[in-house]
């Protein structure tokens, strides 16, 4: 019976991996830990992701690699953002001849593919991915810098069984998937909020938050809604301050009183799609890798701010969801791969994975800290980054510098 452990380090990353043991076998043996680090999931967070418990011990680095030595476990699954992976796997008593089999994956939409997300990689076994697209041009991607890199396609775990369409509620509410890193200005994010203001008064708007006041998040948010609403409100008097509800827990929570479904790009549309939601994404800050949405091309969900403002919610193109995470389970390819890595591990043949570092040296350092010391390590390094700044614009500057 393989025995599996499972390390993650925030609240994206803890579903995705969460749900991925729950994917394994019954009867396989599985344990979740959390490594302390400064985005590590609140217990508000883990009982969202966990379904109720936030029971999941957290270790520091130096603890997880000895559970890994001590305990050898068959699988290793590292749910975790890159940079941590890339701090696990460069210890060479987890790349030993011993070592496990080595698997990761990505939470949510990842396309485009990129040379990072592979770099930070390229020393696992087996890198799950969620859509025939991902596979495609992830494997693409590496045929030449990681060719011993197997990508598994998996249905992604935490998407509902499809719903249907005539038993949606009709509450009004209109889930609006915030998400971190876009769109990125504080100007964008305010027009998001006034197109959901201005949405007839039969709609509810509902900001669905993925931390609320002190929790942290896999990408770091530095305008939040809430906050620019509240902005808002103070400057513009017309506005009603409980025009829109700010809400944290799950998603799953979130659209099972949904009428309908708008996001600028989050992998809950995904959910909306599986639940049968009508959905728009927005296109209004543009359609490419920065905003995070390519993936929608094709998909007939893309439109304005003027279609959110006019509730035009629709469902996507039948001949986008096959490519696109909504392929026949069938298909999938994950497990079996994992099944035949075991086999090998078992007969003492699992590839050697030599060590690469990836970015500049500093960064690796400001990795390395942020895990020795998960709550002070990021104040000094953002203190250090803003003398350093100061220190630029003071220096003189060279003749022909």
């Known amino acids: 019976m393989p025995r599996v452990l499972a390390v993650t380090d925030s609240d994206s990353y803890l579903k995705w991996t969460a749900a991925t043991l729950a994917a394994m076998p019954s009867e396989w043996d599985t344990e979740l830990v959390v490594i ?29 690699i000895d559970k890994i030595v001590a305990e050898r476990p068959d699988v290793l699954l590292l749910g975790t953002t890159g940079p941590v992976l890339h701090m696990i796997t460069k210890h060479t008593d987890v790349r030993g001849p011993d070592r496990p089999v080595i698997m990761t994956g990505l939470p949510g939409i990842s396309i485009p593919a990129t040379e990072r997300a592979i770099g930070f990689r390229r020393m ?16 693409a991607l590496a045929a030449e810098d990681a060719p011993q890199l197997r990508f598994g396609l998996a249905t992604l775990p935490f998407l509902p069984p499809a719903g249907d369409a005539a038993d949606r509620p009709s509450t009004g509410e209109v889930i609006f998937a915030a998400q971190a890193k876009v769109p990125a ?31 942290k998040q896999t990408h770091a948010e530095e305008y ?29 929570d979130a659209l099972a009183g949904a009428a309908a479904f708008v996001t600028v790009s989050s992998t809950a549309a995904l959910e909306a799609i599986a639940d049968r939601v009508p959905a728009l994404v927005i296109s209004e800050f543009g359609v490419n890798a920065e905003m995070i949405n390519i993936v929608f091309n094709g998909s007939g969900l893309l439109g304005s701010l003027d279609r959110l403002t006019a509730a035009e ?44 570092p990836m970015g500049h040296p500093l960064t690796r350092v400001r990795h390395w800290t942020r895990l020795r010391f998960p709550r002070t390590a990021p104040v ?4 250090a980054v803003k003398v350093g700044r100061r220190v630029k614009r003071l220096r003189p500057r060279q003749n022909g510098g």
């Open 313 to 356: 919610f629709t469902h996507p193109a039948p001949t986008w969801l096959h490519e696109n995470y909504f392929h026949e389970p069938a298909i999938n390819s994950w497990l079996d791969q994992l099944q035949e890595l075991l086999t090998q591990r078992a007969e003492g043949a699992l590839p050697s994975h030599p060590y690469e």
């Open 185 to 215: 200005r504080p100007d964008q994010r305010r027009a998001v909020l006034r197109a959901l203001a201005a949405m007839g008064p039969e709609w509810q708007p509902v900001v669905k938050v993925r931390a609320v006041a002190g929790e």
């Open 224 to 252: 939040a809604y809430d906050e620019l609403w509240r902005e808002l409100c103070a400057e513009d008097d017309s506005l009603d301050p409980d025009r829109i509800t700010f809400r944290g827990g799950s998603m799953a």
């Open 124 to 139: 696992c076994d087996l890198f799950v991915l969620h859509s025939v697209r991902e596979v495609t041009d992830f494997a």
């Open 380 to 383: 000094v390094w953002d203190a």
């Open 36 to 64: 302390a680090n400064p985005v590590a999931p609140s217990p508000g967070q883990r009982t969202a992701a966990l379904g109720g418990t936030t029971a999941v011990p957290e270790l520091r680095l130096a603890a997880v």
